[in-house]
Each structure stands twice: as C-alpha cells, then as structure tokens.
C-alpha cells in the first residue's frame, strides 16, 4: 500500500464482506463492514446480487474466496478463543471480528497494522458508534523489532497463549518480512495458535495457469499492492516446522469455498485457486 492512504485491497474485502450480509442466507452477518466503504464502494454495496455478478466477471474467483475464507477463519476464531488468553491481528485492515464474534467479547484483542488504515478505521468505528471495548490499536510498519515493544506497551502479554490472524497480509511481503513474522509468531507462548494466508507461487511465476489472475494481479499493481510473494504448498510444512510452528492443515480456495458453499455450488466456481490458508501451532 502507499505510505499516505488506508489499504486499497482491505477496502475491496470488505466490500465483498458487505455484500454477502446483503445475499440472503449469507455465509456470515457483518453490518460493519459498510461503514469501512468510500462513497463509491458503498453505493455498489447498495446494488446486491447484480454488483456481485460484475466483480465475478472481471475478477473470476475473487470475491467467493474472500467471503468463504472469512467464514473459514472465524470458525477457527470462534473454536479457538476460548483456549486462549489473547488474540493479535497482524495486518488487520478492516478486519470487524472483535465486533461481532461472541467469543471474542472481553478478550484482550490487538490490532496490528499501518496508522494510515487505522486512522481511517478508527473514525469509521467512531461515526458508527461502536465501543472499542478490549481492543487496542497497534500502528506499526511492520520493523518486527520494534513490534514486541509497541505491543507490550499496549498490554499484551508473550507467556500467555494467544490466537494469531495474519490474514492477507503476505503475498504483499518480500520473503525476508515473511520469515521475520513467522519467526515471532513462532515465539509466541505454547498453546498458541497462528493462523495465516498466502499464495501458491505458481501465480507469481505463471498467472496464465490461473483464470482471471493476470486481470488481477494489474489491478493490484495499479493499487500499489502487487503479489510479490508466494510458496509452494508442499513446502509450507516443512518451512513453518523449520521456524518453530506445527501446521494442522492447508487448504486452496477450491478447498475452503467447497466447505462454505457447499460442493455442488463451489465445483461451478472459477479463479483465485491459488489463495490459500493454513493453521499452525506453537508446539509445547
């Protein structure tokens, strides 16, 4: 993203996360997520079904990965919280968990990210009333040597298990920055869970193999937010086991929107295959 401006593609996401509170039957209800929207994305929430069937258009996949990732990760949230003592969203955009998972109410939640998209969600937050209850915003540029500091300074604890979301955050990274916040995440209190999204490298090095991803990735570079980093699947086991986590399980978009919508209506589902997410533990 540009130094001076929220994130382009968390504003995308919670668009999407908008319009399926809109579908009836809906995989999630986020009333929040019209209140991170700029005029213009906020009058397309307000078109439903036919806005969706546009962005399926130009962005084949993109949009049903999204909203059935969101599902996947807060039925971990949901089953997880409550083994934990705290929750540390790394990158978290316009993220609205801590407002509307039950589970979440009360538990310490910190909320990592760039100030330029925190100052716009905070007065978002403020112009729709909401109380930020435990949460504590953490504005940082990601320098993993300072995050420990700042995130002591707003109360969290690192012998105490926490629930870690790095959510669409590293197929925007370089792979040193990758490595640098597994490994911190991998220093977290035994009993803590990380749960984490990336890219299958093939779409960096052949996009052709995927449908819709050369459309895609110009539309992320004309944001600012272009792909710059993925890993093979295969290889994601090993690496999170060399830094110091366990992975449970990893599974592509074919994978996660297949549980949330339903085999049948997923197999009719095309694009953004190689975006996936895993969950891993710190081992103790």
């Not at 908008?18 to 809906?26: H, S």
């Not at 085999?263 to 081992?283: K, S």
Request: proline share 6%; aromatic share 8%; with cysteine.
């Amino acid at each position: 993203m540009r130094e001076s401006r929220a994130s382009r593609t968390a504003e995308h996401n919670a668009l999407f996360r908008a319009l399926e509170t809109r579908r009836r039957g809906g995989l999630f209800h986020d009333p929040l997520a019209v209140a991170f929207l700029g005029p213009p994305l906020r009058a397309v929430s307000r078109l439903g079904r036919p806005a969706s069937a546009g962005i399926d258009r130009r962005w084949p996949g993109v949009r049903t990965s999204v909203v059935a990732r969101t599902r996947l990760i807060d039925d971990v949230v949901v089953e997880r919280a409550p083994s934990v003592d705290q929750v540390v969203l790394l990158g978290a955009g316009f993220d609205s968990r801590a407002y509307r998972l039950g589970p979440l109410a009360g538990l310490p939640v910190f909320e990592v990210d760039h100030p330029a998209t925190q100052q716009r969600k905070r007065a978002a937050l403020r112009r729709a009333g909401v109380s930020l209850g435990a949460v504590r915003f953490v504005p940082t540029d990601f320098n993993l040597r300072e995050l420990d500091g700042a995130l002591a300074g707003a109360g969290h604890d690192p012998d105490r298990p926490a629930l870690l979301l790095w959510e669409g955050v590293t197929n925007y990274l370089d792979p040193a920055a990758v490595d640098a916040g597994l490994r911190w995440c991998a220093r977290a209190a035994p009993g803590s869970a990380l749960v984490l999204t990336y890219v299958d490298r093939q779409v960096l090095d052949h996009p052709e193999r995927y449908v819709g991803a050369d459309r895609l990735q110009a539309t992320l570079r004309r944001a600012g937010e272009a792909l710059t980093f993925g890993m093979a699947p295969a290889a994601m086991g090993p690496y999170l086991e060399e830094v110091g986590l366990r992975r449970e399980w990893d599974l592509g978009a074919a994978d996660y929107r297949a549980l949330a919508y339903g085999e049948e209506a997923a197999g009719r589902m095309r694009g953004h295959e190689f975006y996936r997410v895993a969950l891993a533990r710190v081992p103790g």
